[in-house]
């Protein structure tokens, strides 16, 4: 079985540019996450996704940041425009459900880095 | 409020030394309680998990036991590889509000021949 999938693995770009991340969740998972990971930390969470709809994205800055996941499948979180503060690595995981008993998978990760 | 607490490494270890790191957590509800083990370039995987009191999760020779009376998930093993030098992740899930994760700041183990 296909883990999930993240691309690209690291981006290296100027300040005030944008930036996409891409996310492929396992087959079957309806529920996909987007985490943010300082240095040194654990992941904290950006958005979260059942099926097509972002049902908690109290943690997303929405002033830069915006995701979708058009067809319920694919994500797509964007920034725009990049700050230095912004340089970190992006997570991208899928579950079966949201009862809380459920595994979460993580992708390998979006390494950001802003100039 | 949910949240982990960690040890704070980082931990170094000789070969087959035992090992704990420990974790307490604060949750409103009754969590779900995991370790992810994130090796270096990867992605988190999980380790092992516990979904009640009194649960012991385990898996390749680590353990951790879910005591609500002490609110903690000390994650051991009896004797560290060098391949087990990783940094390791001890996270709550709320049962309550959905499937939200809270992560620990992550303890970093390296083990030395």
């Known amino acids: 079985e296909a883990g999930v999938v993240q691309s690209p693995r690291y981006k290296i770009i100027e300040k005030k540019q944008p930036v996409a991340f891409w996310c492929n969740p396992i087959s079957g998972h309806n529920t996909l996450y987007w985490y943010l990971q300082n240095l040194g930390q654990g992941p904290e969470l950006l958005i979260r996704y059942e099926n097509e709809e972002a049902v908690d994205d109290s943690q997303l800055p929405k002033d830069r940041f915006s995701a979708e996941r058009l067809k319920g499948v694919d994500s797509t979180l964007k920034i725009q425009p990049a700050e230095l503060g912004d340089s970190a690595v992006y997570l991208c995981a899928s579950s079966t459900g949201t009862s809380g008993y459920n595994e979460q998978f993580f992708g390998p990760g979006t390494r950001l880095t802003v100039l | 409020g949910n949240s982990v607490t960690q040890m704070e490494g980082p931990v170094t270890l000789s070969e087959e030394a035992f090992l704990t790191i420990n974790c307490t957590y604060t949750?409103?509800?009754?969590?779900?309680l995991f370790w992810y083990v994130q090796y270096p370039g990867e992605g988190l995987q999980l380790l092992l998990k516990?979904?009640?009191?009194?649960d012991k999760g385990s898996n390749k020779g680590f353990e951790a036991t879910y005591r609500k009376e002490t609110t903690s998930f000390h994650l051991e093993k009896g004797s560290v590889q060098v391949s087990d030098s990783a940094v390791y992740f001890c996270?709550?899930?709320?049962?309550?509000?959905?499937?939200?994760?809270?992560f620990g700041t992550g303890t970093s183990l390296t083990v030395i021949p």
């Open positions: 949750a409103t509800g009754y969590p779900s």
């Open positions: 996270a709550l899930s709320d049962t309550i509000t959905g499937n939200q994760f809270y």
């Open positions: 516990a979904t009640k009191a009194d």
